[in-house]
């Protein structure tokens, strides 16, 4: 079960554990680029920050989290899909896997886009806040407490000419929906 600390202030992102995307399950070869992804709330807002590293990315590369903060009541059906590709081209949505809705929230989520380069790649960092107050308009309640559960994966994904499939926890990328609540794994709030 990975942690999602609960903070008081701004996230100091280097000091939150880090959810480092390793599955890549289809990858033949050795092209398993780096992600990750760290996760806190506050009391206040539910903070993201999904990251990338490629030597030569392509546009089509996403890094990408699926959280389902009140998984306890529907099994993860209703969760938020955050997602950005190496030139900050971001999805923002809120999916109801019952209901097979969708609905965009991006005006909702603030998001800090940083990219860079070195000798060695390309990186690409998005950082997501999303108010507690969206959570109780989407989910009809924000109360978060320390040893609350949730559901989620995070993924690192690209359909162009190099591509790849990579989850946090395990996804079955030959499924109908790989990237749906049958392939979340457990998170768990915690004050640290």
């Known amino acids: 079960m990975f942690p999602i600390s609960m903070i008081t202030g701004d996230p100091l992102w280097n000091s939150l554990p880090a959810a480092k995307i390793i599955n890549y399950p289809l990858e033949k070869a050795d092209y398993r680029p780096y992600a990750q992804a760290r996760l806190c709330i506050s009391n206040d807002d539910f903070y ?13 590369s996403v890094v990408g989290a699926a959280i389902a903060p009140f998984s306890e009541e529907d099994g993860g059906k209703r969760y938020f899909w955050l997602s950005t590709n190496r030139s900050g081209i971001m999805v923002c949505k809120y999916i109801d896997e019952t209901s097979g809705t969708e609905t965009d929230i991006s005006k909702n989520i603030s998001v800090r886009i940083y990219t860079g380069e070195d000798e060695q790649g390309v990186y690409w960092c998005a950082n ?8 109780e308009k989407l989910f009809g309640k924000s109360y978060l407490v320390p040893g609350d559960k949730m559901k989620g994966n995070f993924y690192k994904l690209c359909d162009g000419e190099r591509p790849h499939y990579g989850s946090f926890y395990p996804a079955d990328f030959a499924a109908t929906n790989p990237l749906g609540s049958s392939f979340f794994g457990d998170f768990e709030l915690a004050l640290y």
């Open 48 to 60: 993201i920050q999904l990251l990338a590293f490629e030597v030569s990315p392509e546009e089509k």
């Open 128 to 135: 997501f806040t999303i108010p507690l107050s969206l959570l």
